[in-house]
Nanobody, 120 residues
Framework: QVQLVESGGGLVQPGGSLRLSCAAS????????MAWHRQGPGKQRELVAV???????YYLDSVKGRFTISRDNAKNTVYLQMNSLKPEDTAVYYC??????????????WGQGTQVTVSS
């Protein structure tokens, strides 16, 4: 019914940058919050950044000033610009979105994840 597809992960050196994208497709009436989470090796999944439909944002303390979340509502896409990357940012990054299919129906959907590796 709804699919989230992420792209943009890869291998980058410390101090480098990457831009992740997550595009939603399918039966979409509207999208509320869109977010990025990550799960590092041997760690629990954590919330990295959230953006609501009005553009307000929240960031994990450790990424403030380095990561920027944004969205393009016309494309049903959320982005995560990651600058000054550190080895501890290495993780699988997942997007999710709360999507309404109709005024009475909606749900929380997840992407498949994209690997980000920060290493020299």
């Amino acid at each position: 019914q709804v699919q989230l597809v992420e792209s943009g992960g890869g291998l980058v050196q410390p101090g480098g940058s990457l831009r992740l994208s997550c595009a939603a497709s399918g039966s979409i009436l509207s999208i509320n919050n869109m977010a990025w989470h990550r799960q590092g090796p041997g760690k629990q999944r954590e919330l990295v950044a959230v953006i609501n439909s009005g553009g307000s944002t929240y960031y994990l303390d450790s990424v403030k000033g380095r990561f920027t979340i944004s969205r393009d509502n016309a494309k049903n896409t959320v982005y995560l610009q990651m600058n000054s990357l550190k080895p501890e940012d290495t993780a699988v990054y997942y997007c999710n979105a709360h999507i309404e299919h109709s005024p009475q129906a909606g749900g929380l959907y997840w992407g498949q994840g994209t690997q980000v590796t920060v290493s020299s």
